[in-house]
C-alpha cells in the first residue's frame, strides 16, 4: 500500500496524520503543497476524490482568502482551482490519497486517514 499526503509541516493536524501514516508502516510520498503547489487539474482531481467541489478544499480563515481581490467564483471549479495553485495556502490540510485506490480523506481529524491504511 502506497499513500500520497499533501502536507504542511508546520500543521499540527498533518503532522499527527503523517505519523499515522509513518506509524502504519505503508509507503508513502510528501508533498510539501506550500512549496511545491499541485496545479489546476491535480486540485480538481483531489477534490473529485474527496467527493467535494473544490470550494470545500479552501481554509476561508486564512487571510489569503479573506483579502483577496482575485477570487473567483465559487462555484467554478476550474477556475478556483487555478486560483488555489497560486495561493497553496489556502487548500485545507492535509489530505491523503490511497495511490492504488485513488480514494482520498482530508485528515481533520488525523484518524480520519485510518481508513486508508493497513490495519
Known amino acids: 500500500m502506497a499513500v500520497t499526503i499533501y502536507h504542511n509541516p508546520r500543521c499540527s493536524?498533518?503532522?499527527?496524520?503523517?505519523?499515522?501514516?509513518?506509524?502504519?508502516?505503508?509507503?508513502?510520498t510528501v508533498v510539501l503543497y506550500r512549496e511545491d503547489s499541485p496545479d489546476a487539474p491535480t486540485i480538481?482531481?483531489?477534490?473529485?476524490?474527496?467527493?467535494l467541489p473544490v470550494a470545500d478544499l479552501l481554509r476561508r480563515g486564512e487571510s489569503e482568502f479573506t483579502e483577496a481581490t482575485d477570487l473567483p467564483d465559487l462555484t467554478d471549479n476550474v477556475?478556483?482551482?487555478?486560483?488555489?495553485?497560486?495561493?497553496?495556502?489556502?487548500?485545507?490540510?492535509p489530505i491523503v490519497v490511497d495511490?492504488?485506490?485513488?480514494?482520498?480523506?482530508i485528515g481533520r481529524p488525523p484518524e480520519n486517514v485510518l481508513e486508508l491504511l493497513p490495519r
Open 13 to 28: 493536524k498533518s503532522r499527527q496524520t503523517l505519523e499515522l501514516i509513518t506509524r502504519s508502516g505503508a509507503e508513502h
Open 44 to 51: 480538481v482531481g483531489l477534490a473529485g476524490k474527496l467527493g
Open 79 to 93: 477556475a478556483l482551482a487555478e486560483w488555489v495553485s497560486q495561493h497553496p495556502i489556502v487548500l485545507e490540510r
Open 99 to 105: 495511490d492504488e485506490s485513488g480514494k482520498a480523506v
